[in-house]
Structure formats: structure tokens, C-alpha cells
């Protein structure tokens, strides 16, 4: 069965940083694209960052300049590094996998498996 486990989320202040991580299993993971996503409360899960099989990276323009992802195929895990954090980050954070090469990267309806998320609070 296929697996996504997030984890990393914690309280940070304004200007902080954490690592999320996501360990997967039960895939062929290089083969798969990688994304982040996010929900707050009352809010659709949006966009964050993404990284492809080939490791070619996409950011959401609120997060490009502070947010990195990154892949480790040996670990099976990918990462997103969030630098000066602001408290219009705090949400839950999704992990998620797509095969499909075809499928958008950047839309929830592109991915195949996600995660159970974790939070991230950010204060002012």
C-alpha cells in the first residue's frame, strides 16, 4: 500500500523557519512528481510547491523567495524548507504523488496520494 507521511510541523514565530518532511513507501518514488499543499481553516487546499521526477521545481508566488522542496530518491523523502515564515502560512501541510506526466503539478487534481498533513502555526 502506498504511504505518505508528513512531518516537521510545530509553533514557530514570524520570521522562523521549519523543514517539513514526507516520507513515502509503497512506490516507485523517482518515478513520481512531488507536492506541497496547504489548507487553512474555511480555505481550499492550495498550491505550494512542487518538484518533478526530473527535479524541475514549481513555487506559488506567495511562498517563491522564502519556501525551497527538494527530493532525496534515496530516502524516498521530500522536503520543503519554509524560511521567514509569516502568520499567513499557518495551515495544514499536505504532502501528495502523481505519475500521470500529463497531469498538472500544481492542482489537487493532479496528484494520485496524499498525506494526513501537518500543522504549521506561525505568530505574530
Known amino acids: 500500500q502506498v504511504q505518505l507521511v508528513e512531518s516537521g510541523g510545530g509553533l514557530v514565530q514570524t520570521g522562523g523557519s521549519l523543514r517539513l518532511s514526507c516520507a513515502s513507501s509503497?512506490?516507485?518514488?523517482?518515478?513520481?512528481?512531488m507536492g506541497w499543499f496547504r489548507q487553512a481553516p474555511g480555505k481550499e487546499r492550495e498550491f505550494v510547491a512542487a518538484?518533478?521526477?526530473?527535479?524541475?521545481?514549481r513555487y506559488s508566488d506567495s511562498v517563491k523567495g522564502r519556501f525551497t522542496i527538494s527530493r532525496d530518491n534515496a530516502k524516498n523523502t521530500v522536503y520543503l524548507q519554509m524560511n521567514s515564515l509569516k502568520p499567513e502560512d499557518t495551515a495544514v501541510y499536505y504532502c501528495?504523488?502523481?505519475?500521470?506526466?500529463?497531469?498538472?503539478?500544481?492542482?489537487?487534481?493532479?496528484?494520485?496520494?496524499w498525506g494526513q498533513g501537518t500543522q504549521v502555526t506561525v505568530s505574530s
Open positions: 501528495a504523488a502523481n505519475r500521470n506526466v500529463l497531469a498538472s503539478v500544481v492542482t489537487t487534481s493532479g496528484y494520485d496520494y
Open positions: 518538484i518533478t521526477s526530473v527535479q524541475v521545481t
Open positions: 509503497g512506490l516507485t518514488f523517482s518515478r513520481y512528481d
